[in-house]
């Protein structure tokens, strides 16, 4: 039974190890399968398996260990993109302030442009990768027709 080494795809014939065509029906063998107990014992021959394992757990713990670091990097960034935007909504909602003080702006105009912004960005990641590019076109379009216009400065 151990000189059994793989069976023929096309009618299941037991063959011996080293075998290239099936001794039953003379198809060629298209998988060299060792028997599991040949594996094992060269195995114990070899290179230590507990060698090995050690090597694969130091690999991955390498692995982890800079995926943390770059995971954390990444936070560091995140979180200092999230204050960044918190200045600059801070200092776009004073600059708007003063702006409609001073009577130079329309605060409800302001925010129906922003809106509609709002509205045509979220149409455009909606829509697939290839049609997103057209309606960017689009939306550039409107935006430079409506700015060519009136200027809102005094």
Known sequence: MSSIAHYCQRCLAANPLGT???????????LVVEPNSLRFEAAESGVSTNEHLLERISATENRI????ERLERSLELVLRQAENASIDRSLLQALVEVLVADGLIDKGRLEEIWNEDRRQKRLIESRSPGTKRKARREVKGRSSKKGSGKSTRS
């Open 65 to 68: 260990t800079r995926l943390a």
């Open 20 to 30: 290239d065509f099936c001794g039953r029906c003379g198809t060629r063998l298209m």
